[in-house]
Structure formats: structure tokens, C-alpha cells
């Protein structure tokens, strides 16, 4: 398994916007899928975001209580493959983290596979059996069918589309806008995407928005994280964060030692009442750019390798 890291906050960033106030994560969450920063000052997605967002707030607490506990397995699962955690959206706008959800085009589980894509990544889905069903194997199918696509594509983004809509329909649209920038392809005059994969990519991205922000900067507030992180470090900000799933026996103060943060930062970040850990559980990791950049390009390293 790969090492668990991943996951920039950057505390800064382009000039306020009414989103980039509202959804302080935004940084994160465009790079996590290869989108320009620039993004968020979108027109068609400052409009959908705006006619959205309390709509996919009730949804994204609906989905979140409803599947809590299945979170943590996709998220896990997903880290340790070395893909974003940020993926657990896809899932969460296909299904709303049902294990049993259906469309009415006769797409099942969390990730909503047809039986031909199913059978393609050796998912049974015979009478008495659906391994769509089930989080564990579905979950590994998408990670395997979400890399193919970049692999295809090249962008995480562009993946995600051609999740929706197929592979060929989203290689005709590029061709016809002759470009791939999400911005361009998801323009509503030129439509050289379907309505339904135009909103899909918006969907998950101000899911992403309000899921990340939530977690992360809300209570603790964006400005109580900065000043903790202010005041705890020295010479050098511990100013990003990195994922870290806890294995047997570790404590707070090692996985502080081990990534060159503070036991204090990582209690006041994740929001702990005690010191007290749980096996598998994720925690956000102060530390410094040094060590953020570092941990990436270890990252980097072990996917070129993983390819060759």
C-alpha cells in the first residue's frame, strides 16, 4: 500500500470573492482535481453555486448521516491507492452513500456502475450476487476505472466527466471546443457537453466546497486555524497539512515527531477531545511547505513507478 499523505490547505490565495469567503477551502479543492485556482471566479459556476448551494448543503448532511461510516472506508480506501480522498464526492452525488441506490437507467450502488462497466472490472453482478452493492469491491472498481481515465485524459477533472458521460463523448466535445479547459467545456452557450455532465462536474466541485470547508475550517473558524497555526510554529509556518490514517499503537506525540509538527496542532486542528486515537483513523497533519512538498513528490514518485 502506498503511504497515506495528500491534502494541501492553502491559508491565502487569490483576492476575497464572495466563494473563496464562503468556502475557504477552495485552493484545496480545485488542485485536488487539477483545476485552476482561477476557476472560482467562474460566471456559470458563481451562478450555480449561488442557486445551488442550500440545496446541496441539506444534501451533503443528508448524505453525510446517512452513510457515516461508509465515508471513512472510501476515503480510506482511496488514500491508501494514492488517489484523492476528494473522490468520495464522486460516489456522493452518485448515490448519496446508498449501498443499495438505483437510477432509473439501471445504474447500482455507490458508484452507480451499469452491468457492462461492472463486468469490465470483474464485478459479479449475477442474480444472487451484486458486487456493486458492495463498498469494499465497488470502491476498487472506481479507483481502477477513475485511473484509467486520467491516464486517458491527463486531468483529474476531466476524469470526473467522463465518468458521467463515456469516454467518447467527452473525447468529441474536446475535439469540437478543441480544447480541454473545463471552463470552455462546460460553457453553457457552446454546449459541447450534455446539460447533465455540465452540472455533474459543478455538483461535485461545490460539494467538495462545502464538505471541505466544513471539515476543515469550520470550529475551529478559517481564522482561529490560522492563528493556531501562527502560534505554534517557529522559524518555520506549519502552514499545510497532510493526510495521516493511524496504525497500531501510534500516538499523537510520534505522528507529531514523524511529519516535524506539534501534538498540540494536531489535536486543535482534527478537533480531539483527548489524545486517545483509533486504529485507521484519518488525521490532518499540520506541517511545514518543506515537508508538504517533499511528501508530494514522494507521492509523484511512487505513481510514475507504480505505472512502469
Avoid at 450476487?129 to 476531466?158: N, Q, S, V
Avoid at 486555524?225 to 510520534?254: C, I, P
Avoid at 505522528?255 to 509538527?261: D, L, P, Q, R
Avoid at 484519518?282 to 511512487?302: C, I, N, Q, W, Y
Wanted: with cysteine; glycine share 6%; charged share 30%.
Amino acid at each position: 500500500m502506498r503511504k497515506l499523505l495528500l491534502a494541501l490547505l492553502l491559508l491565502g490565495g487569490l483576492e476575497a470573492s464572495p466563494l473563496t469567503d464562503k468556502f475557504p477551502a477552495y485552493a484545496y479543492v480545485l488542485s485536488e482535481f487539477d483545476i485552476d485556482n482561477g476557476y472560482i471566479y467562474d460566471a456559470g459556476f458563481e451562478q450555480y453555486a449561488v442557486r445551488h448551494e442550500k440545496q446541496m448543503r441539506r444534501f451533503y448532511k443528508k448524505a453525510l448521516k446517512r452513510g457515516e461510516e461508509l465515508t471513512r472506508v472510501v476515503r480510506g480506501a482511496l488514500l491508501d491507492d494514492g488517489l484523492s480522498d476528494l473522490f468520495l464526492y464522486v460516489s456522493m452525488v452518485e448515490s448519496g452513500m446508498k449501498t443499495d441506490a438505483v437510477s432509473y437507467k439501471k445504474a447500482v450502488g455507490l458508484w452507480q456502475f451499469m452491468p457492462k462497466t461492472a463486468l469490465h472490472y470483474k464485478l459479479d453482478v449475477s442474480g444472487s450476487i451484486d458486487e456493486r452493492c458492495d463498498p469494499f469491491c465497488a470502491t476498487e472498481a472506481a479507483m481502477k476505472h477513475l485511473e484509467h481515465l486520467h491516464e486517458k485524459f491527463g486531468r483529474w477533472y476531466l476524469a470526473v466527466m467522463a465518468y458521467n458521460c463515456g469516454e467518447g463523448r467527452l473525447q468529441k466535445a474536446i475535439n469540437r471546443a478543441q480544447s480541454d479547459d473545463l471552463a470552455i467545456l462546460v460553457d453553457d452557450d457552446a454546449k459541447f457537453l450534455p446539460k447533465e455532465t455540465r452540472d455533474y462536474i459543478r455538483k461535485i466541485v461545490l460539494l467538495a466546497l462545502i464538505g471541505e470547508s466544513e471539515t476543515v475550517f469550520d470550529t475551529p473558524s478559517a481564522s482561529e486555524t490560522k492563528d493556531a497555526f501562527n502560534k505554534e510554529s517557529d522559524t518555520t509556518a506549519l502552514s499545510h497539512l497532510l493526510l495521516h490514517r493511524v496504525k497500531m499503537g501510534e500516538t499523537l506525540v510520534q505522528i507529531a515527531s514523524e511529519y516535524g509538527s506539534s501534538a498540540a496542532m494536531i489535536r486543535r486542528v482534527n478537533r480531539l477531545d483527548s489524545e486517545n486515537l483509533l486504529l485507521g483513523q484519518v488525521l490532518l497533519v499540520p506541517v511545514s511547505r518543506e515537508r508538504f512538498d517533499a511528501s508530494l513528490a514522494d507521492v509523484a514518485g511512487k505513481r510514475s513507478s507504480s505505472r512502469d
